[in-house]
């Protein structure tokens, strides 16, 4: 390991992931002989990917819909494995190391929250606490400090399915930052009021 490697807290080298994607004939006869004999077409996702980030660096990953971005973050974050290449993140590979990995990471994507959409916001929060097991000193310094960034006391008490996508997204993000990860990564961040919001997040974790 080089010395620019050991300084990085996330490392990418030559990273590539290629789905195989079924294809089958038009019409019931397509469908019938696609029982018995499938065919798939390769589709290149990613392809030497390469980056670094040392820690308490905020990086826009930038690029057109199809370019990759959301894959890129799926396979540090653990949930996809990639056909190819090197990373790590914090030392750890993260499909190898799931558990410990997503000790050390928040994530949070734009389309998917990770809050209960029956329950009151804090609700939510005390279930993270408990999943993360975060101790209650912990947690209750961590959300005064980030309900008070993300000028969410007012929310707390309302169930999840009744907050507007803005306000849903700033709970996600508390929620993401609750257990103090090194590293938070953030898929489709400028979608509605992430952009004003991201400074303000900057200091709360690592990368």
């Excluded at 798939?40 to 670094?52: E, I, K, P, S, W």
């Excluded at 508390?174 to 103090?180: E, G, I, K």
């Amino acid at each position: 390991m080089s010395q620019a490697d050991q300084a990085s807290q996330i490392v990418v080298e030559n990273l590539a992931k290629t789905f195989q994607v079924a294809e089958r004939e038009p019409g019931f006869g397509g469908a019938v002989r696609g029982l018995f004999s499938r065919r798939y077409r390769d589709v290149h996702a990613l392809a030497d990917v390469n980056f670094t980030l040392r820690a308490g660096e905020l990086v826009g990953y930038i690029g057109p819909n199809g370019a990759g971005k959301s894959t890129t973050i799926k396979i540090l974050s653990g949930i996809l494995v990639p056909t190819g290449g090197r990373w790590e993140v914090d030392g750890l590979i993260p499909w190898q190391h799931r558990q410990e990995h997503v000790r050390n990471i928040g994530v949070v994507f734009g389309q998917r929250t990770q809050l209960w959409w029956d329950l009151p916001v804090i609700e939510s929060f005390d279930l993270l606490r408990d999943i993360y097991r975060i101790s209650l000193a912990e947690y209750r310094a961590s959300v005064e400090e980030l309900v008070g960034i993300m000028n969410l006391a007012g929310l707390l008490s309302t169930p999840v399915r009744q907050l507007s996508l803005g306000q849903r997204m700033r709970c996600d993000i508390v929620a993401s930052l609750l257990h103090n990860p090194s590293s938070l990564f953030l898929d489709e961040p400028t979608m509605d009021s992430w952009r004003c919001q991201s400074s303000q997040c900057e200091s709360s974790c690592g990368a």
